[in-house]
């Protein structure tokens, strides 16, 4: 059975599913305020941080903290090139990691929760906070 904040967590990623899916792959293409990044570059960006993410939960929840490089988030979107990405592609790419990350965070113990993230030179932030 899937943990309450695993249960919570799917259904906010459901909720957001349902309006990427709604977005039509013009207005994806579309910078979501002037000289901005486009929608597809935002869920791009979306996967980065899951990714990124993901690795830091399984980290922390193995070795009981985490501490890592940043993430530069421009030259990551840059790199990947979402702007010339298929939408369609994308969003499938968005569901499967974060479902892949849904998956990490109901299997991360309890008593790993509170374990430390330090991310750059960020303060450092527990895995999931607001759990007591």
């Known amino acids: 059975m899937k943990s309450e904040i695993a249960q919570t967590f799917g259904r906010q990623l459901s909720d957001i599913h349902s309006v990427l899916f709604a977005v039509s792959p013009t207005l994806a293409n579309t910078p979501?305020?002037?000289?901005?990044?486009?929608?597809?570059?935002?869920?791009?960006?979306?996967?980065?941080?899951?990714?990124?993410?993901?690795?830091?939960?399984?980290?922390?929840?193995?070795?009981?903290?985490?501490?890592?490089?940043?993430?530069?988030?421009?030259?990551?979107?840059?790199?990947?090139?979402?702007?010339?990405?298929?939408?369609?592609?994308?969003?499938?790419?968005?569901?499967?990691?974060?479902?892949m990350l849904m998956a990490v965070v109901d299997r991360i113990p309890e008593e790993r929760f509170e374990a430390m993230c330090r991310v750059g030179d960020d303060e450092p932030v527990q895995i999931i906070s607001g759990t007591q």
């Open 32 to 99: 979501w305020r002037p000289g901005g990044w486009t929608r597809k570059q935002i869920v791009g960006h979306l996967l980065d941080s899951a990714t990124n993410n993901r690795q830091r939960f399984v980290r922390a929840a193995i070795d009981g903290s985490y501490v890592g490089s940043g993430y530069a988030q421009d030259a990551w979107v840059i790199a990947h090139g979402y702007a010339e990405q298929h939408w369609d592609d994308l969003l499938l790419w968005w569901s499967a990691e974060h479902q």
